[in-house]
């Protein structure tokens, strides 16, 4: 019994990563004004995108074997983010 939640509750995990994501890329690469959503973010902006990369990071250590098809998709998504800076205030600026 205790074996089947861990292996329920290890995929539920790295779902709900990707979802997270996902949804977070979402609010902002899919809206109708990127920087206008950057905008709002202001100077938590650095902060932002450094726990995204910090996500990647750790679903690109798992996911390639573990879920390949989500990984799939997920470096499909990270392959359409334009180019940007972070400004040392922290705001993002999308350069392309």
């Known amino acids: 019994m205790k074996a089947q ?10 779902r709900r990563i990707i979802r997270n994501w996902e949804m977070m890329y979402d609010f902002i ?10 905008d709002e973010i202001g ?17 690109q250590s798992t ?8 990984w799939e998709r997920i470096e499909a998504k990270i392959a359409q983010i334009p180019e940007y800076t972070i400004d ?9």
């Not at 995108?49 to 910090?54: G, N, P, V, Y």
């Open 29 to 38: 690469w899919n809206s109708s004004d990127p920087q206008a959503v950057l």
């Open 63 to 70: 996911l390639p074997e573990a879920l390949p098809q989500e």
């Open 88 to 96: 040392q205030d922290g705001k993002v600026t999308i350069t392309t």
């Open 43 to 59: 100077t938590d902006g650095a902060e932002v995108f450094s726990l995204s990369s910090s996500i990647i990071a750790l679903m």
């Open 5 to 14: 939640q861990v292996i329920r509750t290890s995929a539920d995990t790295a």
